[in-house]
């Protein structure tokens, strides 16, 4: 659907029979908690059988209860703030097992990723990388952990890359001062996803540069300002993000990068054993 679900539901309320407005009632004032329950818990949270939950997302034109839940999930992704993060996710687990669940949660992602990924897409990224005149790669907040990881192999395989500093918003347009055609920004963005990101992207994509976002959905702010987008699947685990799924497809860039430049990644890595071997920069595990 086009329109934000919130506001269907408010244009809709008149037509709604009494038990469906219990319903409208709870996602408007609640849509935190009721974009992450089953038809069956909301029902009993309202006082409606499940099946006038499932009804009710028909009637506003979803195919089903998980196409609703699917579109509350995506509309709020960027609205929550981090106590209603904290919230969300306490009565989501309840009194499970928080190591199993997050980690099955995790592992769902990266099997997620897997499936949805456009290998033309991807294929493509890589070759506007390898060609790339200068790359430049952005992240700020939980996604500079994702840009750094990033930055720090493609140092090892390029000469030509700056991780571009976002303390303050006048630091990423002077790091970007000189980008322009032929050069590849890479923006790194989950939610809450980052302004200054979003800027620094509009402004690399302005002065012709290939820009490529690396983000969660077609939801995301980055997407319509980039050339090229890589989708991973993210997650909130209460008041963090989860970026399992990210870090596995950048660890996929990087090899399919390597496997590029594999003639000139040998040669770096002969020159780097023989530093770290010389300056001790690694402990010799005794066997």
Excluded: C
């Excluded at 998980?66 to 209603?84: A, E, G, Y």
């Excluded at 990723?113 to 070759?127: G, I, K, P």
Aim: net charge negative.
């Amino acid at each position: 659907m086009s329109h934000d679900i919130l506001t269907v539901i408010q244009d809709s309320m008149s037509s709604f029979s009494k038990g469906q407005k219990k319903i409208a009632a709870f996602i408007l004032e609640s849509y935190d908690k009721a974009a992450f329950m089953t038809a069956s818990r909301m029902g009993k949270k309202v006082g409606v059988s499940e099946s006038t939950v499932v009804r009710f997302a028909s009637e506003l034109g979803y195919n089903g209860y998980p196409d609703m839940q699917r579109s509350l999930q995506k509309m709020i992704r960027n609205r929550l703030t981090t106590v209603q993060r904290i919230e969300v996710t306490n009565d989501r687990l309840g009194d499970q097992d928080l190591l199993s669940v997050v980690l099955q949660s995790d592992i769902e992602k990266i099997r997620q990723t897997l499936e949805e990924m456009d290998r033309e897409s991807f294929n493509q990224v890589v070759d506007a990388i390898v060609s790339a005149r200068k790359i430049y790669i952005i992240g700020v907040r939980s996604s500079a952990s994702v840009a750094s990881f990033l930055y720090f192999y493609f140092n090892l395989i390029f000469d030509n890359v700056m991780l571009v500093s976002a303390n303050t918003a006048s630091e990423i347009f002077e790091s970007l001062l000189r980008v322009g055609e032929g050069d590849a920004v890479i923006g790194v963005s989950f939610p809450r996803y980052s302004s200054r990101t979003v800027q620094a992207m509009s402004f690399a994509r302005d002065r012709g540069a290939t820009t490529v976002a690396m983000t969660d959905s077609e939801a995301s702010p980055l997407v319509p300002i980039s050339q090229y987008t890589l989708m991973a699947r993210s997650e909130m685990a209460s008041f963090v993000d989860s970026l399992v799924a990210p870090l596995s497809l950048v660890n996929a860039l990087i090899v399919a990068v390597g496997r590029r430049k594999n003639e000139d990644v040998a040669h770096t890595f002969q020159s780097l054993e023989d530093i770290w071997e010389e300056y001790g920069v690694y402990e010799k595990v005794q066997e």
